[in-house]
């Protein structure tokens, strides 16, 4: 039986750490918004207070450099 590879975007989503990121915002967590380095910036007006991106097992594992992905939008590989 064959194994789905472990950066699937299902087991990616699961190890996302936006939600406890300085820069995430209250009403990006009632709209219940996170994997912005995959799925785009967040709907929310949001202040830059320090980034995490870069410590997120998510960008590592798919290559992507760059951080505040909640505000500027999708990472792209590098």
């Not at 209250?26 to 799925?39: D, M």
């Not at 980034?51 to 097992?57: A, F, K, L, V």
């Amino acid at each position: 039986m064959l194994r789905p590879p472990k950066d699937t975007i299902g087991n990616l989503r699961s190890s996302c750490i936006c939600a406890k990121c300085p820069s995430y915002a209250e009403c990006a967590r009632n709209a219940k918004e996170f994997f912005f380095c995959v799925e785009g910036k967040s709907s929310c007006s949001l202040e830059r207070y320090g980034c995490i991106c870069m410590q997120c097992p998510v960008p590592k594992a798919k290559g992507f450099s760059g951080g505040y992905f909640c505000i500027s939008g999708k990472a792209k590989a590098k």
